[in-house]
């Protein structure tokens, strides 16, 4: 990806020409492929799982993907969003729409504080910091269990009709379920986009390829870090509220370390860097997952062999290696 | 014709090839949907946990579940259908069973749901279940899901709950002014029977002087060992499950506790008692759902296991397998009674039922679905005592099943 050769752009055959404008729609091309993803997959539970955790994987690409932050700690926004967001429609009698905004910016909030306290190190330090914080928000969902339901999880909040403008759509339908939290995930994906298309995107991509020299020119590297932390939580947090909804209970293990190590799990294995990869990284290994433990039991060596595979051999990640190989493709036409 | 600047440029390129291939990338995705039987078959969910600490209790219960599907196969079906029996791993996380359990209903549309084996998976399943009104057998020990707040009358609850185990084996072990202390894994499970136990203290007289929490999984118990010792307790009460049970009273007798008192358990397991061996386990007195040996005073019991050896090679139930064949038995015997899979019919069969498959005559009682049932007392026999290697325990008691066992419905929050 040299800057030299761009003086003079070879013309593009039609099918290229297509995907650069495609390229130009890429909120709206990713909608569109994810409105196709109930028919494509075994369940409608899976699909919406794929949803829920592109979200996640989404938010937190902006931090470890683009701005090269690697946080152990996603879980905690995860479930911050969806915790709130159930205790607020339960117990505060809130209605949903009212609830997902109230637990995004609650979760904001708590980017802020781990972000502040986490961003001040680097390196495996900021990795270790964001993890104890997360751990921490784990034994206070534990130990609060009068609001939280403790080990047992949070119950009690289930949404099963959803008020659309005077029309009365029934959410226990597994479609209408779908395509009410697409549209959250709609709103994730544009406010992503927008933010990697804006200066403060490029800012973030220079502070990846070069701290220093970002900070040279002139950005105030550690505001940025911070922000870029609160962002990405915040877009987590909505993966949280959908998954709220999505399963009228919020289990414990939605905040452990595990569900942080899948987030870093799936955002490998779709590519880091890339805008539609996390999807990507999230389908495959739900579907993995999902498939393969129909067959055996020991779908973990499957799937754990399928992952050190992909580590190995694809570094990249299934849509980064794609990507790679595409302009390779070109230049050979 | 550069018409933005290089670094827009620069990610120009990327999205262009990252939409490239969006189509291949989707057709990758798209995979046969998994065959789905026959409308006219009767179809069971079971989300069970294969994978994790209670892989063991959970093998079990799917051989056991799938017994009773066959046995009804063979004698004709349910209302002359054919019954199917569906097992998911749900991993023993909430979430993942939740989402198991929509999939059962929603795509593979199932007509009730067997299964789970931990409080907070049970709970989930029941949420799910109950929102969209499907039955669900549930076969996991809890005093929740009896109480009115988290009660479905679509939910049946076979297993025993913490109440009902920890009396039974309270009345047998402690006496008027006895001391206990509690080791308790810190989780919903150990809470529940904690408070079991101190509720069946209360009555019998004896004193509590010490509760210890340990973390849920840990693997080492030596730091509890001595703060216990020291306590001087009559008895010691370990409510834990799966392999912390057998962890905990390994290093329990490696310290000797056994010299100075009586090591007593909710719930004594059969597969941890087979992967720890009989030195270890000698004198442990706890309480069960079932063991093979009550063959030799139950005539059903003798049938359960003769119907199991059968179909698995000589091998023995075990007492959470034996759940897994009570749960989805007493459901198909609703079923057959409802003459079909009809929600409110089977749920009025399900209230009427009278049913004995393991050990002796069962019902579930009709304010919280809670399945009155007989509890066993079982020791652990020493080495010497075994007459054979499935010959693991000696049955010091058997409370009849009646409701005295359980807490009263207006006690649960019920109306009555």
């Given at each position: 990806?040299?800057?030299?050769?761009?003086?003079?752009?070879?013309?593009?055959?039609?099918?290229?020409?297509?995907?650069?404008?495609?390229?130009?729609?890429?909120?709206?091309?990713?909608?569109?492929?994810?409105?196709?993803?109930?028919?494509?997959?075994?369940?409608?539970?899976?699909?919406?799982?794929?949803?829920?955790?592109?979200?996640?994987?989404?938010g937190y690409n902006l931090l470890f993907g683009y701005t090269g932050l690697?946080s152990?700690?996603?879980?905690?926004?995860?479930?911050?969003?969806?915790?709130?967001?159930?205790?607020?429609?339960?117990?505060?009698?809130?209605?949903?729409?009212?609830?997902?905004?109230?637990?995004?910016?609650?979760?904001t909030?708590?980017g802020a504080?781990i972000g502040?306290?986490s961003t001040?190190?680097?390196?495996?330090?900021?990795?270790?910091?964001?993890?104890?914080?997360?751990?921490?928000?784990?034994?206070?969902?534990?130990?609060?269990?009068?609001?939280?339901?403790?080990?047992?999880?949070?119950?009690?909040?289930?949404?099963?009709?959803?008020?659309?403008?005077?029309?009365?759509?029934?959410?226990?339908?597994?479609?209408?379920?779908?395509?009410?939290?697409?549209?959250?995930?709609?709103?994730?994906?544009?406010v992503q986009?927008?933010i990697l298309?804006s200066?403060f995107g490029a800012v973030i991509e220079a502070i990846r390829?070069?701290?220093?020299?970002a900070?040279?020119?002139?950005y105030d590297v550690e505001r940025c870090k911070l922000i870029v932390f609160m962002l990405s939580g915040a877009i987590s947090?909505?993966?949280?509220?959908?998954?709220?909804?999505?399963?009228?209970?919020?289990?414990?293990?939605?905040?452990?370390?595990?569900?942080?190590?899948?987030?870093?799990?799936?955002?490998?294995?779709?590519?880091?860097?890339?805008?539609?990869?996390?999807?990507?990284?999230?389908?495959?290994?739900?579907?993995?997952?999902?498939?393969?433990?129909?067959?055996?039991?020991?779908?973990?060596?499957?799937?754990?062999?399928?992952?050190?595979?992909?580590?190995?051999?694809?570094?990249?990640?299934?849509?980064?290696?794609?990507?790679?190989?595409?302009?390779?493709?070109?230049?050979?036409? | 014709?550069?018409?933005?600047?290089?670094?827009?440029?620069?990610?120009?390129?990327?999205?262009?090839?990252?939409?490239?291939?969006?189509?291949?990338?989707?057709?990758?995705?798209?995979?046969?949907?998994?065959?789905?039987?026959?409308?006219?078959?009767?179809?069971?969910?079971?989300?069970?946990?294969?994978?994790?600490?209670?892989?063991?209790?959970?093998?079990?219960?799917?051989?056991?579940?799938?017994?009773?599907?066959?046995?009804?196969?063979?004698?004709?079906?349910?209302?002359?259908?054919?019954?199917?029996?569906?097992?998911?791993?749900?991993?023993?996380?909430?979430?993942?069973?939740?989402?198991?359990?929509?999939?059962?209903?929603?795509?593979?549309?199932?007509?009730?749901?067997?299964?789970?084996?931990?409080?907070?998976?049970?709970?989930?399943?029941?949420?799910?279940?109950?929102?969209?009104?499907?039955?669900?057998?549930?076969?996991?020990?809890?005093?929740?899901?009896?109480?009115?707040?988290?009660?479905?009358?679509?939910?049946?609850?076979?297993?025993?709950?913490?109440?009902?185990?920890?009396?039974?084996?309270?009345?047998?072990?402690?006496?008027?002014?006895?001391?206990?202390?509690?080791?308790?894994?810190?989780?919903?499970?150990?809470?529940?029977?904690?408070?079991?136990?101190?509720?069946?203290?209360?009555?019998?007289?004896?004193?509590?002087?010490?509760?210890?929490?340990?973390?849920?999984?840990?693997?080492?118990?030596?730091?509890?060992?001595?703060?216990?010792?020291?306590?001087?307790?009559?008895?010691?009460?370990?409510?834990?499950?799966?392999?912390?049970?057998?962890?905990?009273?390994?290093?329990?007798?490696?310290?000797?506790?056994?010299?100075?008192?009586?090591?007593?358990?909710?719930?004594?397991?059969?597969?941890?008692?087979?992967?720890?061996?009989?030195?270890?386990?000698?004198?442990?007195?706890?309480?069960?759902?079932?063991?093979?040996?009550?063959?030799?005073?139950?005539?059903?019991?003798?049938?359960?296991?003769?119907?199991?050896?059968?179909?698995?090679?000589?091998?023995?139930?075990?007492?959470?397998?034996?759940?897994?064949?009570?749960?989805?038995?007493?459901?198909?015997?609703?079923?057959?009674?409802?003459?079909?899979?009809?929600?409110?019919?089977?749920?009025?069969?399900?209230?009427?039922?009278?049913?004995?498959?393991?050990?002796?005559?069962?019902?579930?009682?009709?304010?919280?679905?809670?399945?009155?049932?007989?509890?066993?007392?079982?020791?652990?026999?020493?080495?010497?005592?075994?007459?054979?290697?499935?010959?693991?325990?000696?049955?010091?008691?058997?409370?009849?099943?009646?409701?005295?066992?359980?807490?009263?419905?207006?006690?649960?929050?019920?109306?009555?």
């Amino acid at each position: 990806m040299t800057v030299q050769s761009t003086d003079e752009a070879p013309p593009l055959p039609h099918v290229q020409r297509l995907f650069a404008v495609l390229a130009d729609h890429r909120v709206l091309v990713s909608i569109v492929a994810l409105a196709l993803l109930p028919w494509l997959l075994p369940s409608k539970a899976l699909a919406v799982n794929v949803l829920i955790y592109g979200v996640v994987v989404m938010g937190y690409n902006l931090l470890f993907g683009y701005t090269g932050l690697l946080s152990f700690g996603h879980a905690a926004f995860f479930g911050t969003g969806a915790y709130l967001a159930g205790i607020a429609i339960g117990r505060w009698g809130l209605p949903w729409f009212a609830a997902v905004p109230l637990a995004v910016a609650c979760s904001t909030i708590l980017g802020a504080v781990i972000g502040t306290i986490s961003t001040r190190t680097r390196g495996i330090y900021f990795s270790m910091v964001t993890l104890a914080l997360a751990q921490l928000v784990y034994y206070v969902a534990l130990q609060a269990s009068s609001f939280t339901g403790g080990e047992n999880g949070l119950r009690g909040f289930t949404v099963d009709h959803i008020n659309l403008l005077g029309v009365q759509l029934n959410f226990l339908d597994p479609l209408n379920k779908y395509y009410v939290l697409m549209a959250f995930a709609a709103v994730a994906i544009w406010v992503q986009s927008r933010i990697l298309n804006s200066p403060f995107g490029a800012v973030i991509e220079a502070i990846r390829e070069n701290e220093q020299r970002a900070r040279a020119c002139g950005y105030d590297v550690e505001r940025c870090k911070l922000i870029v932390f609160m962002l990405s939580g915040a877009i987590s947090a909505i993966g949280g509220c959908m998954s709220a909804l999505h399963l009228s209970i919020v289990p414990l293990d939605i905040l452990h370390y595990q569900t942080s190590g899948m987030i870093v799990m799936m955002v490998l294995l779709g590519g880091a860097r890339s805008f539609f990869g996390p999807f990507i990284g999230a389908a495959s290994f739900l579907i993995l997952e999902d498939v393969v433990s129909l067959w055996t039991p020991h779908w973990q060596i499957v799937v754990g062999a399928i992952f050190v595979a992909f580590v190995l051999f694809l570094p990249k990640g299934i849509w980064g290696t794609f990507l790679d190989v595409l302009p390779i493709a070109r230049e050979r036409r | 014709m550069p018409r933005r600047d290089t670094k827009l440029r620069r990610t120009g390129v990327s999205r262009r090839t990252a939409l490239m291939g969006m189509s291949a990338g989707l057709a990758s995705l798209a995979m046969p949907r998994l065959g789905r039987a026959a409308d006219d078959t009767i179809r069971i969910g079971f989300p069970t946990p294969l994978t994790g600490p209670f892989a063991a209790e959970a093998r079990d219960q799917v051989k056991c579940a799938e017994l009773a599907v066959k046995l009804v196969n063979d004698k004709g079906g349910v209302a002359g259908r054919k019954v199917e029996l569906l097992v998911r791993d749900d991993k023993l996380n909430a979430g993942e069973a939740a989402t198991r359990t929509l999939e059962l209903i929603e795509k593979d549309k199932v007509h009730a749901v067997v299964g789970a084996l931990s409080s907070a998976v049970q709970l989930a399943v029941n949420e799910v279940t109950r929102a969209r009104s499907v039955i669900y057998v549930s076969i996991s020990q809890s005093d929740t899901i009896n109480e009115a707040k988290d009660f479905s009358k679509y939910t049946f609850h076979e297993a025993l709950n913490p109440h009902m185990t920890t009396g039974a084996v309270a009345r047998q072990t402690m006496k008027k002014g006895m001391k206990v202390a509690h080791l308790v894994a810190d989780y919903a499970y150990g809470h529940e029977m904690l408070r079991g136990f101190k509720r069946a203290q209360g009555t019998i007289g004896a004193e509590t002087v010490g509760e210890i929490l340990h973390p849920f999984g840990a693997a080492d118990y030596s730091t509890f060992m001595p703060r216990l010792m020291s306590l001087r307790p009559d008895v010691l009460c370990i409510s834990n499950f799966g392999r912390d049970q057998a962890n905990a009273i390994k290093q329990a007798v490696d310290f000797g506790i056994k010299q100075q008192m009586k090591i007593v358990v909710p719930v004594i397991l059969h597969n941890q008692r087979l992967a720890v061996g009989p030195d270890v386990f000698e004198g442990v007195v706890g309480g069960a759902n079932y063991y093979w040996g009550l063959e030799t005073q139950n005539k059903t019991a003798a049938e359960f296991n003769a119907a199991f050896r059968a179909a698995n090679g000589g091998a023995i139930p075990t007492d959470y397998g034996a759940y897994g064949y009570s749960g989805v038995g007493s459901l198909l015997q609703a079923m057959q009674a409802a003459g079909g899979t009809d929600t409110d019919k089977v749920i009025a069969a399900l209230e009427a039922l009278k049913y004995d498959l393991t050990k002796g005559p069962q019902q579930y009682r009709k304010c919280d679905h809670q399945s009155v049932q007989s509890v066993l007392v079982l020791e652990s026999k020493k080495k010497s005592a075994m007459a054979n290697d499935n010959d693991l325990f000696a049955i010091v008691a058997s409370d009849a099943g009646t409701e005295d066992l359980l807490r009263s419905c207006s006690e649960l929050g019920h109306p009555t």
